[in-house]
Antibody, heavy 121, light 110 residues
């Protein structure tokens, strides 16, 4: 059974750096054809894809965030970290991590419950 | 950034069939498969349809997906009160080299 859980600060100040951790179980991010994505949702708004890291450590980022976003893997601890620098109130929202795979043609098939982040001074 | 648009809302009565449209472009829906997600109030999204028309285990066959050119649609037949949710289409965009979600559609059961 695949499970994912996001964790991190609920409140950050403008210009600070946000680091979120996705802790997962039930799969290995080292296994061929597996990936993990980050998606966020501002309050009352649509889903926004942020990043995707593949089993081979290849990564894809949302173009508008490319200068601010980094995703790193800790395969030994089954964790993936999302770092977003220079936080702005518009970055507030719920952040989700989700499993994906080549089998599903990279659809996000299992999601974490999400973690809320508010950017405010 | 959304390059994919959906109607803000769709409504129907119990038992009715409703469809949600998803309009993209040649660089996303036109050249890649489409996924659909359901988000119940206060919950995380759930994958409903992948590879344009495939249902994950547990998703009822009264939900179906299709695509024609740069547009896709999700049909819900036998509408139920449990179907009240937000629905998002999504696809990879080759030009942006990014995954794009649609603008989302709220389904209301009257």
């Amino acid at each position: 059974q695949i499970t994912l859980e996001e964790s991190g600060p609920a409140l950050v100040k403008p210009t600070q750096t946000l680091t979120l951790t996705c802790t997962f179980s039930g799969f290995s991010l080292s296994a061929t054809g597996v990936g993990l994505g980050w998606i966020r949702q501002p309050p009352g708004k649509a889903l926004e894809w942020l990043a995707l890291v593949y089993w081979d450590d290849d990564r894809r980022y949302r173009p508008s965030l490319r200068s601010r976003i980094t995703v790193t893997r800790d395969t030994s601890n089954n964790q993936v970290m999302l770092t977003l620098t220079n936080m702005d109130p518009e970055d507030s929202g719920t952040y989700y991590c989700a499993h994906t795979s080549r089998t599903a043609l990279w659809a996000f098939d299992i999601w974490g419950r999400g973690t809320g982040v508010t950017v405010s001074s | 950034q959304s390059e994919v648009t959906q109607p803000p809302s769709v409504s129907g009565t119990p038992g009715q069939r409703v469809t949600i449209s998803c309009s993209g472009s040649s660089s996303n829906i036109g050249s890649n498969t489409v996924n659909w997600y359901q988000q119940l109030p206060g919950a995380a999204p759930k994958l409903l349809i992948y590879k344009t028309n495939q249902r994950p285990s547990g998703v009822p066959d009264r939900l179906s997906g299709s695509k024609s050119g740069p547009s896709a649609s999700l049909a819900i037949s036998g509408l139920q009160s449990d179907d009240e949710a937000d629905y998002y289409c999504a696809a990879w965009d080759d030009n942006l080299n990014a995954y794009v979600f649609g603008t989302g559609t709220k389904v209301t059961v009257l």
